[in-house]
């Protein structure tokens, strides 16, 4: 999946590129808009907490270190002259997961209450009334969704497409 970003300066066209990739058969789960603070979206498809903090990439990054942590105590663990070898396993299993559990834990907590890092080009135009549509689209129809809209709505701007998106946004 690939997240194609429209910014649009009004509502009305904003429905209408909704509306062009629904008909392009893109679901509504897929469709996000991200307005300023207060601005009503009517029945436009709001931007979930996911889509709005750093939440996603907070969470792997927790894993990872809480993960590389929790593996470092278990060899601690191991290291030390009491330990059996035989648990050496468990105990390694057991830190490492342990670790990464609260890193993902301590991770999303942070980045729920951190903006999206991946949206801060567009903060200056939200805040100016813009609205900003992220669409997740299958990598092989990424053209042919940009091709559909520009051909349909000519003087909509797409400011790009992101690489990929996390599994479960």
């Given at each position: 999946m690939r997240r194609i970003y429209f910014l649009v300066h009004d509502q009305e066209l904003a429905k209408k590129i909704v509306d062009e990739l629904l008909l392009a058969r893109i679901e509504e789960r897929h469709l996000h808009v991200l307005a300023r603070?207060?601005?009503?979206?009517?029945?436009?498809?709001?931007?979930?907490?996911?889509?709005?903090?750093?939440?996603?990439?907070?969470?792997?990054?927790g894993l990872a270190l809480g993960g590389a942590t929790g593996l470092l105590a278990g060899l601690v663990a191991i290291a030390l002259p009491a330990t059996p070898l035989v648990i050496a396993g468990?105990?390694?299993?057991?830190?490492?997961?342990?670790g990464?559990?609260?890193?993902?834990w301590l991770g999303g907590m942070v980045g729920m209450n951190v903006g999206n890092t991946r949206l801060?080009?567009?903060?200056?135009?939200?805040?100016?009334?813009?609205?900003?549509?992220m669409a997740d689209v299958p990598r092989e129809r990424v053209d042919e969704i940009e091709e559909r809209v520009r051909k349909h709505l000519p003087d909509v701007e797409i400011d790009g497409t992101e690489p990929t998106i996390p599994a479960f946004p």
């Open positions: 603070r207060g601005t009503s979206l009517e029945d436009l498809p709001e931007a979930s907490l996911m889509q709005k903090t750093d939440f996603v990439p907070a969470v792997e990054r468990g105990v390694l299993l057991a830190t490492s997961l342990a990464a559990g609260m890193g993902a801060a080009q567009f903060a200056e135009a939200i805040e100016g009334g813009a609205l900003l549509i």
